[in-house]
Every structure is written in C-alpha cells, then in structure tokens.
C-alpha cells in the first residue's frame, strides 16, 4: 500500500502541472469563504451594535404612556392625553412587588444659550430615580436631589452633546445657562450613551428637576401629571410580572371597568430591543447561507475538474493499478487532491475575508467583527466541501479497470 505522504506529493505534483486549472478551480472557493467571513462579520457587528444600543437603554426597563387622544375621529397615539399622574409612579414603587424604581417624566424641546452659544436640545423634567432607571451615570458633578425636586431647584444636568456645542474644551460645572430664558446652574454632566437603537443621539438632552420643568419651562394644565413613566424592573425574569402588576394596579387606580380599554400603555422596551437584535442575528445567518452558495459553486467545480482530471489521467490509473497500486490508493489521490484544492482555496478566502470586512467598515462606516469560529467553521465547510465533491470523481477513478486503463489513449 502507498503511504499517505506519498500520496500528498503525487496529488501535489498533479496540480502543479496544470496551475492555471487548479487557480480558477479554486477560485468559486476562494470567493465563497471570503464572501461567508465577510457576511457574518458585517452581521455580528450588526448584532454587537444594537447589543450595545439596548445596554445604553437601561436594562430591565418598562415605559408607561399616558393616554391616546382623539381628534375629530382620529385617534392621535399613545402620550396625547395626560392620563398619568407623579402619585401613579409613586404607588408603583410602592405596590408592585416586582419593580425597583420609578421616574416620571415630563420633556419637551427648548433653546439653550451659554453666552454667544445656542443649541436647540431635548429638556426633560424627571425625578433623580431616573438615572438608576436608565443606568446613567454621572461623569461629572453631582445630580440633583428629591429636595431639587421638592424645592423646583432650577439646576441641571447636561449631556455630553450638549457639553460639546455649547461649552467645548470648558468645565461646565457651576455655570449658568439660559432654557427658555430662565437660568439654571450646571451641577453635573452625564456620562456618554450614544445613540439609541432609533439613531437618537441619547447625549442630545438635559435633565432638570421634574417640578422645575413644569413650574417653569413647559408648564402643566393639571398639577401632578406626567406624559410618561419610566420603570425599571427588579430584574429581568421580574419584566413580566412589573408590566401585569403596574397595568392591574393603574386599572384600579384609574377606575377602568372590566370591558373598557387601559388608559394608558406599557411597553417593554427590553423585549423590543431584544427581538432587534433576535431579527439581526436571523440575518446574519441568512447572509452566511446566501454567501455559502459560492462555496457550493466552488464545490461543484472541483468536481468538474477531478472528472476531467480523472479522463486525462486514465493510463497513469491503469499504470499505477498494474504495478500494485490498490483501489483505495487510487480513491485517496483523488480526494487529496480535491481537498487540497479546496483547503488552499479556503486560506487564501480566509484572508480575502478578513480584508474585506475591514475594507467594509472603513469604506461604508459598518462595524464588523470577525469572530474566530466564523473563520474556523468557513475553512471547515470548504475543507467538506473539497472531500463531498472530490469522492465521486475519485470513487470512479478507482473503478477502472486496469487491463481498459492502459489500453486508453
């Protein structure tokens, strides 16, 4: 019997003999692996991003919104109507074994100026639970306290994009800007969050103190209503049971009959980023399996190729069948030499993959992330794919007979 690294030289010696064939045999490989890492690493950097959106979110998190108002006939979406009141967000804290804190909410959209500065911002009016609820933390300065909100302190925390338009390179603590010309001291800024999964800047805001933004910036034309309540839930097995206890205990609290409708609408801003994230990964895959055609292609070739290869090299077959060569011998020349096609094919595809995905995140400003079992499972299926294309050549190889095999020319 031939030895195995006998064999690998006389597979390698056959596909020196005809290099251009063997390139373009390997070029449906080549492309197809590199085409399969780029994909999956546009798709997990897809995924990594929105990932990273959720976590800046806030985890665990539950958004009440008041009402729905109607307008000549035409219902006008969740928030038109104040239905929510600061004594609603307080009994949640207070009743509903399943949340952690609370934060109401009233925003809206103001100029800022800092002396020859002005940027138009989102303001919004909260409690200090919010920044526990949304998994903020201050980078500098302090945050306000419930006493700011008991007293309307007119103080404010700003964010990083705000810092950036209206201070620049200078400490914003303790100065005074103007919103909606009344002044409010600078006492902390926000750390960095970036953009929410929507393409919000999330930096793009200030918080003051709730009563504060509804004595003096937006104003209220009923004392303690709220737009919005931000929840966060103990944990996240707790998301759940928060959202059924805080619609059982609104319904009460709202005197809302068995047959009407809720008044108000809970949303579960965890589980919707999540399934963003559920459908990118689904994506992902479906891009791997589309890019995964090429190597099938590639497959397809090799075993054109062996086929051709197989005719041409009939009498060396009946040769080496004459002098002792068995027909195992034979069926793994053959397969060698489909796996070696492909496996070359599949190294120079790793590294076309790993080029292209950087090329990609530099040209179009996509993150991508080559993860190393994308790599290894790409040279694996190319290596599969070498020997389920390679056998049926090889098999017929094998089957010659040798008396029919000499006698070819």
């Known amino acids: 019997m031939i030895s195995i690294p006998s064999t690998f030289k006389l597979s390698f010696r056959a596909l020196r003999v005809n290099k251009m064939r063997s390139s373009l045999t390997m070029l449906g490989i080549i492309i197809g692996v590199g085409a399969v890492i780029a994909m999956l690493a546009v798709g997990t950097g897809a995924s990594s991003k929105i990932a990273e959106q959720i976590s800046s979110m806030g985890s665990n998190m539950l958004m009440v919104l008041s009402g729905a108002s109607t307008s ?17 967000a307080e009994a949640m804290l207070k009743e509903c074994p399943a949340v ?73 603590i303790g100065k005074i800007i103007r919103i909606k010309k009344v002044p409010f001291t600078v006492i902390g800024v ?43 839930a103990k944990t996240s097995q707790d998301l759940i049971s928060a959202e059924r206890q805080i619609s059982d205990l609104l319904r009460q609290r709202h005197h809302i009959g068995p047959k009407q409708e809720n008044d108000f609408t809970v949303r579960n801003l965890t589980q919707i980023m999540q399934t ?89 400003g996509w993150p991508t992330i080559v993860s190393p079992l994308s790599v290894v499972l790409a040279f694996g299926f190319s290596g599969m794919i070498g020997i389920f ?7 017929k190889a094998s089957l010659l007979d040798p008396i029919d095999a000499l006698r070819y020319e």
């Open 72 to 88: 000549g006939g035409v219902r006008m979406g969740a928030g038109t109507q104040s239905t929510l009141t600061i004594a609603d």
């Open 389 to 395: 294309f390679g056998y049926y050549p090889a098999y």
């Open 100 to 172: 952690a804190d609370v934060a109401p909410t009233q925003n809206g959209v103001a100029q800022v100026v800092y002396g020859h500065q002005n940027w138009s911002t989102g303001v919004t009016g909260t409690v200090p639970g919010m920044l526990n609820v949304r998994d903020w933390p201050v980078a500098s300065g302090r945050a306000f306290t419930t006493q700011d909100v008991r007293s309307a302190t007119k103080v404010c925390l700003l964010g990083q994009t705000v810092v950036d338009n209206l201070f620049g390179s200078e400490d914003p």
């Open 276 to 364: 963003q994230e559920q459908s990118s990964k689904i994506m992902t895959m479906l891009l791997a399996a589309i890019a995964s055609v090429s190597l099938l292609v590639g497959g397809i070739g090799i075993m054109n190729i062996m086929l051709v290869s197989v005719t041409e090299r009939t009498r060396e077959i009946g040769i080496r069948m004459a002098i002792g060569a068995k027909t195992w011998d034979i069926r793994l020349q053959f397969i060698i030499e489909a796996l070696t096609l492909s496996m070359i094919g599949g190294t120079i595809g790793i590294m076309l993959g790993l080029g292209g995905s950087r090329l990609l995140s530099m040209l179009a």
């Open 190 to 232: 926000l750390g960095p969050k970036g953009q929410s999964p929507n393409g919000q800047d999330q930096d793009d805001t200030i918080y003051v103190p709730l009563s504060t933004a509804q004595k003096k910036l937006f104003g209220t034309t009923l004392p303690g209503m709220v737009r919005m309540i931000m929840v966060k």
